[in-house]
């Protein structure tokens, strides 16, 4: 699943205590142990304790736990009811071939489905697709789709579907992040049920991209009827399908009654039980919570500060979800202030972690991340936490001095008259001046003075190709390693290389990672890649989001998943 | 008259070309590539070059406008949106009763509250009521709208329970969004009202009605502010036209799906047809309006003629 | 704001009786200031700003940027009067060394906007024809252009900084100056001394500075008192969307604007720099206020 880029994060607010912590994980594992706890109730509770969807499956691995679980309380689960969800932006389109805006994905993953997904223990499963074979060069994927699968318009999904889509994607797809993807492609009907993808090189991260809304399955007939107006009339195969739209304020769906492709981590495997799913816009975090306060929305997103308010109130339920995301201070090594690996290797060492996510996050929403792969997106590894320099500010301070650079008057260091100032760009987000600031503080600790400059988003992603920032603050969100592609090749100098990074080896291990199809020696991949970025330092890793979403009591049984994402083909309205 | 408007509006078109020629210009300056922009982060170098291609961006700020200009004369469209693929003119359209709504609410109550605030002023003048009146207005005028907004919504939504917090469709969605807007201009018509009418008072046709025994607050309210609406009604169109462009703030606090969303979102995501569409939006609703103004004016006080 | 200024720029202009209302004028006009409350509690309150902000930095208790994370949200008390934000900081000592960016914010943009609104305002007026029709439209072009979209233009060019958006604020009110002085001008031109003047060969320019530009002062004076608390709102509004003071400089619409998330954790990080610029903003307004009515002859019977 491609999680959606998000430029600003919220801000958020939970204090979890570190002892309490470790005990509840300790007293999560020895109820599964004692099979006190289904594998559903297990992922839940594992999720509100912030453990990664990685960390989850191995632990559900490692219990020997993969049978579905019971139903809960099956008695209460009466089809009827409408929900509202808070969402902070129109979703502008609902073709997903026309969009990377992040509200328009929570809106059309309820719409679209695709051929795979992802379940809990991270691996694929068939959605759409019925079983699949790999060829043994690895270019040749065959598809098996499941039958009697109906588009929300009564027409059949087939082969054609999936060639009519991917097709499509390639063609018109340029803000969908599998458009690229797409055109290094061809697909073949080998019968109504059969399709045949064939690639021009082997594709590891093939299946994580089509998995989720992005890859979503369009019937062939409605788009094309519906022209340019498709992005108003989108057509899918999953739970829901668009009844109303007003533009900018509230979008509506209904239940699909012929829902029948599920995944396969709901009890529910038919229609939904919730008749009416509402989006509303509320651009404003604060307007967001009010409203789920006074009962005009059913589930937000939580601040930090608002959290103790309502994680001690009964009428909601909180549901914690740890994004495939990563918040970093880049440090552009192309210019002469950050040129030297011992002033990198300050800098990082001079980062707080904690105090970050104490402060800024409140402890809640989100974790301290010391590798360029967090540990929710695959490829973590934890063996490479002590490589990544830890908080040391003396450390800091010497390494600095051994470059020469020493105390002037004021505290700040120099060297041959110049002052050691770098600047620092960041977004206009909150969360972004707030991070820039504590950074600023702790930098001063040791010597070093940051001048920090705010650009809105638009501006900012024109200026970072120039190359004139020292320090960039910025955060990205992918579920898939080869992100670091994205971010950190000399292909992408150009572009999304915001910190002017190239080292030739590195670039030659993230071609290796695209094309190991072994999922075991792809990671070992990029475990090498990662340690080459702790000793270069082109990113200091700071933190890892986690999205905490208040769901009122009214619905029952809504359920995330580990890396973010709402599930409710389980959840019913309780009025 | 018929030669005055004909001139004004010819004056107008200038105006319109002369904004639209700006704004195009603009987008040659404001960094910040549109195709990066809707994008996004993690867009490749090809899909950026790809629609940068097909949407024209490369070429000169002065061939696009040609464009533009080009498919409004030939087709009657504004383009289309970069973010949704609609028409301009649709997007706009869906916004605009919105902000129509909000604008007609705000311009409506802060203009009642404003005229009879002053009329209560001038009637009272140098008494502690004048002074309540002029404190009162101005400290709506003085405190940050956000800041405002925010306060109401704790208050009224959250502690009382009286209004919703965000939305729009009904009209108790209607009443946070207006006084938030409203509040900043009772002040100026407030004071505008009570300097008029103190004018009028003093005047020999007043003196004359008093005499005359007509009953004071026929005097009041038929003579004076008769006077004291002209420069009422210049305000009055001119806050139009500026609630036209839409309130964008005060829209993101309430959730209200107005024309100030559409343009500054647009703006920030570098959607420049829309930016465009709501500029011209913004220009129509300030030349009619001040048109209206200077003709209501023409017909309200003789003196005043047009060559 | 808008309108205010809209209201001053529009209302039918008419001598302000500045040449023939009193055998003294200044000597009148200082009587009816020193009479009018509006005028003294608003020159107070401007008196106090103006203190603060050459003094503040001398009265502040605590470093106003300091982050102290062991000090967050602490209740207003005798260590910090008026409370603790995020990162511990003081917020009595941040609105104390705000104060002096409140004054910078309102003098620079309003001087901007004073010298270009009367230079482009009488040569309009002076002229007509078609320089000022060329010249109107101009104006009118300004109005309609988006601010939001312009402050952008301004930082994008000249970088991100508080000061370069207080330029591009006063930019942005040129035309309300502008129309003003127009129509002053326009009016001031058809008095006799003024045709008097220009037949006896005195030169456009001396006749614009001597005969007209004194006409326009009043209304231009009150104008700016109250733009000057315009443009401490509009810097606040500008802060909500993430364009203005770059942390963590102390600006008090920065602080309001960020203190919004935590409105029920701490709301003294909202209440005391809205409760400030409420109180300057409006004694700057009841100064203009107070200041219309000192130099209105219309109001004096």
């Not at chain 1, 109504?192 to 062939?220: C, D, M, Q, R, W």
């Not at chain 3, 209304?219 to 443009?231: D, H, M, N, Y």
């Amino acid at each position: 699943m491609l999680v959606n880029g998000r430029t600003g994060t919220r801000v958020f607010h939970e204090r979890v205590h570190r002892m309490t912590h470790q005990d509840s994980i300790r007293q999560l594992v020895s109820d599964l142990e004692h099979r006190r706890l289904d594998r559903r109730a297990f992922v839940q509770r594992a999720g509100a304790l912030g453990l990664s969807a990685r960390a989850t499956a191995m632990m559900l691995g490692a219990m020997g736990v993969a049978t579905p679980a019971v139903a809960m309380t099956a008695a209460a689960q009466e089809p009827g009811g409408a929900m509202t969800r808070a969402v902070t932006t129109d979703p502008e389109t609902l073709d997903p071939h026309m969009t990377s805006n992040g509200s328009a994905w929570t809106v059309f993953t309820t719409i679209y489905s695709s051929l795979v997904y992802q379940d809990i223990d991270l691996t694929f499963k068939g959605l759409l697709a019925d079983s699949w074979e790999i060829s043994e060069d690895n270019l040749e994927l065959t598809f098996v789709l499941k039958d009697g699968v109906t588009f929300h318009d009564g027409s059949v999904c087939d082969a054609e579907a999936v060639k009519y889509t991917f097709e499509r994607l390639a063609a018109v797809g340029a803000k969908n992040p599998l458009y690229e993807m797409a055109q290094a492609l061809t697909v073949e009907v080998i019968d109504p049920l059969t399709v045949k993808f064939i690639f021009e090189e082997p594709n590891a991260a093939f299946f994580n991209a089509i998995s989720g809304g992005y890859g979503g399955i369009f019937a062939p007939e409605a788009t094309e009827a519906a022209g340019d107006d498709y992005g108003r009339q989108p057509v899918g195969t999953n739970a829901f399908k668009l009844k109303d739209w007003q533009t900018g304020s509230l979008v509506t769906l209904e239940s699909f009654p012929e829902t029948v492709a599920v995944e396969g981590y709901f009890e529910n495997q038919g229609a939904p039980y919730i008749e009416e799913l509402s989006f509303k816009v509320i651009p404003e975090t604060f307007a967001q919570v009010a409203s789920l306060e006074t009962g005009e929305v059913d589930a937000a997103e939580l601040t930090a500060t608002d959290l103790p308010r309502f994680e001690n109130n009964d009428q909601y339920e909180i549901l914690t979800s740890t994004d495939a995301e990563l918040g970093y201070l880049g440090l552009t090594r192309i210019r002469p202030l950050m040129s030297d690996p011992n002033v990198r290797k300050a800098i990082a060492h001079a980062i707080n972690r904690d105090e970050i996510v104490n402060t800024i996050f409140e402890g809640g929403l989100a974790e301290p991340a010391y590798t360029p792969l967090p540990p929710s997106v695959p490829g973590y590894d934890e063996s490479l936490v002590e490589l990544s320099p830890q908080y040391d500010v003396e450390a800091a301070k010497a390494l600095l001095e051994e470059a020469g650079w020493v105390e002037g008057d004021d505290g700040i260091r120099e060297k041959d008259g110049e002052r050691l100032a770098p600047s620092l760009y960041t977004t206009t987000a909150t969360t972004s001046g707030q991070l820039a600031t504590l950074i600023q503080a702790q930098l001063r600790l040791a010597g070093i003075e940051v001048e920090i400059n705010q650009l809105e988003v638009a501006a900012l992603l024109d200026f970072t190709p120039k190359g004139e920032h020292d320090m960039l603050l910025l955060s990205w969100g992918w579920s898939d390693p080869d992100v670091l592609y994205l971010f950190l090749s000399t292909d992408r100098m150009e572009t999304s290389n915001r910190v002017h990074y190239s080292n030739p080896d590195f670039d030659a291990l993230l071609v290796e990672g695209q094309q190991t199809m072994d999922q075991e020696a792809r990671m070992a991949v990029y475990l090498e890649a990662q340690k080459i970025l702790l000793e270069d330092l082109p990113w200091v890793p700071l933190y890892m989001p986690i999205t905490k979403l208040a769901v009122a009591k009214r619905v029952q049984g809504a359920q995330v998943f580990p890396t973010g994402g709402l599930l409710l083909n389980d959840a019913w309205i309780d009025d | 008259m018929a030669r005055y408007i004909i001139n004004r509006l010819f004056q107008a078109v200038i105006v319109l070309i002369g904004v639209s020629i700006a704004v195009a210009a603009m987008t040659e300056f404001v960094p910040g590539d549109p195709a990066l922009a809707i994008l996004g982060e993690n867009a490749s170098p090809d899909a950026i070059a790809a629609l940068r291609e097909e949407m024209g961006f490369d070429d000169p700020f002065w061939v696009q406008y040609g464009r533009f200009i080009e498919r409004l004369l030939t087709e009657g469209s504004l383009g289309t949106s970069l973010r949704t693929n609609r028409e301009v003119l649709v997007e706009i359209g869906d916004r605009l009763p919105y902000t129509l709504m909000l604008t007609f609410g705000a311009v409506g109550l802060s203009t009642v509250l404003g005229i009879t605030s002053g009329i209560l002023a001038a009637v009272r003048r140098g008494k502690p009521t004048d002074m309540a009146v002029l404190v009162g207005t101005t400290a709506g005028l003085s405190v940050p709208s956000f800041w405002v907004a925010l306060l109401m919504i704790w208050f009224f939504s959250i502690r009382l329970g009286w209004l919703p917090v965000a939305g729009a469709g009904t009209w108790q969605h209607l009443v946070l969004p207006t006084l938030t807007l409203a509040l900043p201009s009772i002040a100026t018509k407030s004071r505008l009202t009570r300097s008029a009418m103190l004018e009028a008072l003093g005047q020999d046709y007043i003196r004359t009605g008093r005499a005359k025994g007509l009953r004071e607050r026929r005097v009041i309210l038929v003579h004076a502010l008769r006077n004291a609406l002209l420069p009422v009604m210049t305000i009055v169109g001119l806050q139009f036209g500026a609630l036209l462009g839409g309130a964008f703030i005060t829209e993101v606090i309430f959730g209200w799906p107005g024309v100030g969303q559409l343009a500054v979102n647009s703006i920030l995501q570098r959607d420049f047809p829309v930016v465009q569409g709501t500029v011209l939006l913004v220009t129509v609703g300030f030349v009619l309006t001040n048109l209206i103004v200077d003709i209501l004016y023409a017909w309200a006080d003789p003196r005043i003629h047009y060559a | 704001m808008s309108s205010t200024t809209a209201s001053l720029a529009n209302a039918p202009t008419t001598d302000t009786g500045l040449n023939h209302a009193a055998r003294t004028p200044r000597a009148m006009y200082w009587r009816r200031f020193r009479r009018n409350p509006l005028c003294i509690t608003g020159a107070l309150l401007l008196a106090l700003l103006m203190f603060l902000a050459a003094f503040g930095h001398l009265l502040a208790p605590h470093d106003p940027i300091l982050v102290n994370t062991a000090d967050r949200f602490i209740a207003p008390g005798a260590q910090y009067f008026f409370g603790t934000d995020e990162f511990g900081r003081d917020i009595f000592s941040r609105i104390l060394y705000g104060a002096r960016i409140a004054v910078q914010v309102g003098i620079v943009s309003v001087v901007v906007a004073f010298v270009g609104g009367i230079v482009l305002g009488l040569i309009s007026g002076y002229y007509s024809g078609w320089i000022d029709t060329i010249l109107s439209r101009l104006l009118e072009i300004w109005l309609s252009f988006p601010d939001i979209l312009f402050v952008i233009a301004v930082v994008a060019i000249l970088g991100p900084s508080l000061n370069n958006v207080i330029v591009a604020l006063g930019f942005l009110s040129i035309p309300a100056y502008a129309r003003i002085v127009r129509g002053s001008v326009m009016s001031a031109r058809q008095e006799v001394y003024v045709e008097a003047a220009r037949s006896v060969g005195v030169s456009n320019a001396r006749i614009m500075g001597r005969h007209i530009l004194p006409n326009v002062v009043a209304p231009l004076i009150i104008l700016s008192s109250l733009r000057f608390g315009g443009a401490l709102l509009t810097g606040a509004g500008l802060s909500f969307i993430g364009l203005g003071a770059q942390p963590p400089e102390p600006e008090w619409g920065a602080i309001l604007s960020g203190g919004r998330t935590y409105m029920y954790q701490a709301p003294w990080i909202t209440v005391f720099p809205g409760i400030a610029i409420a109180v300057f903003v409006l004694g700057i307004n009841m100064l203009g206020d107070g200041l219309r009515d000192v130099l209105d002859p219309r109001l004096t019977r």
